[in-house]
């Protein structure tokens, strides 16, 4: 239209110009801007002309399932056969899901497989139900793209944290290493019911080469068992690191931070969810020069210590509990003390993590660490359950028998 309206204006300045005073041009003249405002007017009213719509309608084939939550917000992934267009409808319990999120990025939204909604605005301590639409993009063009119907999920809902709860719970698994047998007797042996949200503590697979391998090997099994109510937290391991998958991980455990290390409050806790990167330098060989993860440690280090310093929440918790992969921190260039001591002055009570593939519990005073550290074992699982005065630990196997506790008294 653009082009057309341009071509009018030279051809009326230029019988401005000429000053024609001859009827028989003045009528060519009226003839041709007669034809140029009806070329005009088409072309206007061809824009709003209606795109095709296919009667063919996408599959979700994973989700939807919870990758992140906080006091404000939730993110929600899920999967469909053929490439779509998405969006999210939620609202208070009890009420219509009058609200949509959507996802565009820099003015366009996404078409692809997999969609990754942002939920924000929520209130804390809220229950909100929620469904997700993806619209089938059949054909992608400049002008009337063609599309096709639309598949909407089932009616799900979650409950956002809240850190004046006086009572919070929640549980957590180690090293799975794809076994699919240990993961649904895990995911079998958690109290779905009693606890807020499951923390995958790294070490899922043993190098990431696929998405399908995601699927198959964690995210399908969990996010079944987690029926899209439950958050699945995912704590990056050293094997996550590893394989032609690795640089694609967060974009199906996506958090609005975009990073693998941040903060979260509920309850009376504090977390503090840190990413232990690799086990080994980054010059060592079977890295062919392509980790970069001593700087990215430093810079992880520094966010933990203007954090520890600064944020108020972490000040007011009653409990400071650290999330990671590799208790004794991960490969830190023979630094380990500076996190210790950080971690001691700060009055860290506890860290969880993985690793070893064998329990192992060490008190304050141990090692240097003024706090209580736990490495879990492949087949158990941790219940932790925290009051304003209390910390309580169970470690259980997947028979369901305890096999450890640990009673931590609030210092603050």
């Known amino acids: 239209m653009g082009i057309v ?27 041709l801007m007669g034809a140029m405002l009806l070329a005009l007017g088409l072309t206007a009213y061809a824009q709003h002309e209606p795109f095709v719509v296919h009667d063919t309608k996408p599959v979700i084939m994973h989700g939807p399932y919870l990758s992140s939550l906080s006091e404000t917000a939730a993110t929600i992934v899920w999967m469909t056969d053929t490439p779509c267009h998405a969006k999210v409808l939620f609202g208070p319990k009890g009420e219509s899901m009058t609200r949509e999120a959507h996802n565009a990025e820099h003015g ?8 990754v909604v942002h939920l924000t ?9 929620y469904k997700v639409v993806a619209t089938r ?91 899209g109510e439950k958050l699945l937290m995912f704590i990056r391991g050293n094997h996550e690191m590893r394989g032609a998958f690795a640089r694609n991980l967060m974009e199906y455990v996506p958090v609005p931070e975009g990073r693998f290390y941040y903060v979260r409050d509920h309850g009376p806790l504090h977390f503090i969810i840190l990413d232990t990167g690799e086990d080994k330098a980054d010059e060592t060989n079977v890295y062919a020069e392509l980790n970069k993860v001593e700087v990215y440690r430093e810079e992880e280090f520094a966010w933990l210590e203007r954090h520890l310093a600064t944020d108020e929440s972490a000040a007011e ?16 260039g023979e630094r380990e003390d500076k996190w210790t001591e950080l ?70």
Not at 11 to 27: A, G, H, Q
Not at 317 to 328: C, D, K, T, Y
Request: charged share 25%; glycine share 6%; aromatic share 10%.
């Open 137 to 227: 993009a059949v054909k992608m063009k400049a002008y009337w793209p063609e599309k096709g119907l639309a598949v909407e999920g089932p009616e799900r809902m979650f409950t956002t944290f809240d850190r004046s709860r006086l009572a919070v719970s929640f549980s957590a698994i180690a090293d799975t290493h794809e076994d699919l047998a240990r993961v649904k007797g895990l995911l079998h042996a958690v109290d779905w019911a009693e606890t807020d949200f499951l923390v995958h503590l790294g070490d899922a697979f043993h190098s990431l080469e696929s998405e399908d391998q995601l699927f198959a090997r964690w995210l399908g099994p969990a996010e079944k068992a987690a029926a």
């Open 5 to 31: 309206w341009n071509r009018f204006i030279q051809i009326k300045v230029w019988i401005l110009r000429k000053s024609v005073t001859s009827v028989l041009t003045k009528t060519a003249v009226t003839t």
């Open 343 to 412: 971690a001691n002055n700060e009055k860290i009570d506890l860290v969880i993590g993985g690793y070893f593939h064998r329990l192992r519990i060490y008190k304050p005073d141990s090692r240097g660490k003024d706090f209580w550290m736990l490495a879990l074992e492949q087949d158990q699982v941790a219940r932790v359950e925290a009051t304003l005065s209390d910390l309580l630990v169970t470690v259980k196997g997947k028979d369901g028998k305890v096999l450890e506790t640990l009673a931590i008294k609030a210092r603050r």
């Open 108 to 115: 366009l939204l996404p078409i692809g497989t997999r969609h």
């Open 121 to 129: 605005g929520l209130e804390p301590g809220k229950a909100y139900t």
């Open 317 to 332: 918790a009653p409990f400071r509990v650290i999330l990671l992969h590799q208790p004794h921190w991960g490969w830190t």
